[in-house]
């Protein structure tokens, strides 16, 4: 079935730093890629998304590149914050469907 | 503001217990979603429905049924609780566009089986 597959499941920066986080997901019919932040005891939401007609969106410290060929979509964060601190979720999706299929998580960790 | 609301923060039941979770929304959104969030496993969908009385299975239905009497409430009944069955479930809701609108999600159900 549809999988999507999330690296790393845990990071941890110094304040400061860049963070990435890398997906990779197995349904060629994707695209739609959004991106889920859940903060500790609080809900998951979302912070970014890309579609499949571009290859890459920027808000402010957080981007989103998306490879079709490749099957690959990232998240980076620059200039980390305290903050910036929680699990992040990459999903893939498609039009017409109704199922969202979630990556793992990746629990990232920034060091003041 | 969309607000999803789930009735429980954290819920203790027994083994073979019939259980009720329940999600309300105040947007008028058609679409809402259970997930099971377990960790090293992400969120994984239990059941889906796109309008009052309808509802699909997800991926992991077994053991689950889901109940859409009213558009904003939207129900996950655990029929005989298990163990295995010890989770955090949450509910979702979207607008129109199926799995490619933006996910509103509820704060979640600490679930405890014992």
């Known amino acids: 079935g549809e999988n999507v597959e999330q690296h790393p499941s845990t990071l941890s920066v110094q304040e400061g730093d860049s963070a990435v986080i890398k997906c990779t997901y197995s349904?060629?019919?994707?695209?739609?890629f959004p991106w889920y932040k859940q903060e500790l005891g609080k809900r998951p939401q979302l912070i970014i998304d890309i579609r499949s007609n571009v290859g890459e969106k920027k808000d402010q410290r957080i981007a989103v590149t998306l490879n079709k060929t490749a099957k690959h979509f990232s998240l980076h964060i620059t200039e980390t914050q305290p903050e910036d601190s929680a699990v992040y979720f990459c999903?893939?999706?498609?039009?017409?469907?109704?199922?969202?299929?979630f990556g793992a998580g990746t629990r990232l960790f920034v060091k003041a | 503001d969309v607000k999803v609301t789930q009735s429980s923060r954290y819920l203790v039941k027994r083994t073979g217990e019939k259980v009720f979770l329940e999600c309300v929304q105040d947007m008028d959104h058609e679409n809402m979603f259970w997930y099971r969030q377990d960790p090293g496993l992400g969120l994984r969908l239990i059941y889906f429905s796109y309008d009052v009385k309808m509802k699909e299975k997800g991926d992991i239905p077994e053991g689950y049924s889901v109940s859409r009497e009213k558009k904003e409430r939207f129900s996950l009944i655990l029929e005989s609780a298990s163990t295995n069955q010890t989770s955090m479930y949450l509910c979702?809701?979207?607008?129109?566009?199926?799995?490619?609108?933006?996910?509103?999600f509820g704060q979640g159900t600490r679930l405890t089986v014992v």
């Open positions: 999903a893939a999706s498609r039009t017409g469907g109704f199922k969202t299929i």
């Open positions: 979702a809701s979207s607008p129109p566009g199926g799995a490619t609108a933006e996910a509103f």
């Open positions: 349904d060629s019919a994707s695209n739609y």
